[in-house]
């Protein structure tokens, strides 16, 4: 994983994200789509209800420099 460029918040932000994208999406309420589709705004609001401080510029970053993410994104398309 190549978060180096992250800090110690969103180092932890990429690991949940990464979590619920590919194992449990229902630990947050989000559903994927029959076409794996996920909304990114719906995503941020669940993230957030469980308490971590994130926003489109972190999910942005996480995203950038997780490699493990972003293949998780190939997979599972994230809409606007």
């Known amino acids: 994983m190549s978060d180096n ?3 110690k918040e969103e180092v ?3 690991k ?3 979590m619920v994208l590919r194992h449990k999406p229902e ?8 076409d794996v589709w996920a909304n990114v ?3 941020i609001e669940k993230i ?9 510029d972190i999910l942005e970053r996480v ?6 993410i972003r293949r998780d994104l190939v ?3 994230i809409i606007l």
């Open 75 to 77: 997979l599972i398309k």
């Open 48 to 56: 957030k209800s469980k308490g971590k401080n994130i926003d489109k």
């Open 5 to 7: 460029k992250l800090n």
């Open 41 to 43: 705004h719906e995503l």
């Open 63 to 68: 995203v950038l420099y997780n490699e493990m």
């Open 16 to 18: 949940f994200v990464s």
């Open 12 to 14: 932890k932000i990429s």
């Open 27 to 34: 630990y947050i309420g989000i559903k994927l789509s029959k």
